[in-house]
């Protein structure tokens, strides 16, 4: 099965400044995506990766999928509070029997 | 958009007693449906695939006895969990794949006493 590990676990940033977390499979990567969850609650998209160098942007949040496809990075800059919550990379496989598993999950905490 | 209901959004039930959990496809066929457990502090775990006409697909670990799924029509699944005890108290979500992407569940917080 794959594994999909996640960096760091928690984070805490002052507003304003620029985070990364990493998001490394034991796989190659088919389908890539990226979460972000209020604990508790459901889980809001952010963007999906599929091929090799892909890199997508919505406001200031950039992800990147590596040319081996085999690690995503989440970037967001200047954060604000509303960015804090619970990060989590998923991937699934080809095929109609492809199914989504998610990484560890890193909780990021913006402090003001 | 695709929109996936989950209900009930919080239960409490007594320790022995079992709980069935829905999801609905509001605008879309969703013959495959997934749900997911999730512990404070922790990320989703995948218990199970639904799929809709068939036996569910259960996630090595995942009692299938414990944890009863119903896929019987291509908007509706259900999770049931069957003499539920301390231990079952989590957060469930399910979600329906549709076009490449997924849809999540608002979530459903279980807490048995």
Redesign the interface.
């Known amino acids: 099965s794959q594994e999909l590990e996640q960096s760091p676990q928690s984070l805490i940033v002052q507003e304003g400044k620029n985070l990364t977390i990493n998001c490394t499979s034991s796989k190659t990567l088919y389908g890539l995506y990226w979460y972000k969850q209020k604990y508790g609650e459901g889980l809001i998209f952010l963007m999906m990766l599929q091929k090799g160098g892909e890199e997508k942007s919505h406001e200031k949040i950039t992800a990147k999928l590596d040319e081996k496809k085999q690690q995503s990075s989440l970037h967001i800059t200047a954060s604000q509070p509303s960015h804090a919550g619970i990060y989590l990379c998923g991937a699934d496989g080809t095929g109609t029997a492809s199914k989504l598993t998610f990484g560890t999950g890193t909780r990021l905490q913006v402090t003001l | 958009g695709a929109v996936v209901s989950q209900h009930p959004s919080w239960v409490i039930c007594k320790s022995g007693t079992s709980v069935k959990i829905e999801c609905r496809s509001l605008d879309f066929q969703a013959t495959?449906m997934?749900w997911?457990r999730?512990f404070?502090?922790?990320?989703?775990?995948?218990m199970a695939?639904s799929n809709e006409g068939s036996k569910a697909t259960y996630e090595q670990g995942v009692e299938k006895d414990k944890f009863l799924i119903n896929h019987a029509s291509l908007t509706l699944s259900t999770l049931t969990v069957t003499s539920a005890h301390p231990e079952d108290s989590s957060?469930y979500?399910c979600?329906a794949?549709r076009n490449?992407?997924?849809?999540?569940?608002?979530?459903t917080?279980l807490t048995v006493v």
Do not use: N
């Open positions: 495959t997934f997911y999730q404070p502090k922790q990320s989703l775990m995948l695939t957060f979500i979600s794949r490449g992407g997924y849809t999540f569940g608002s979530g917080r």
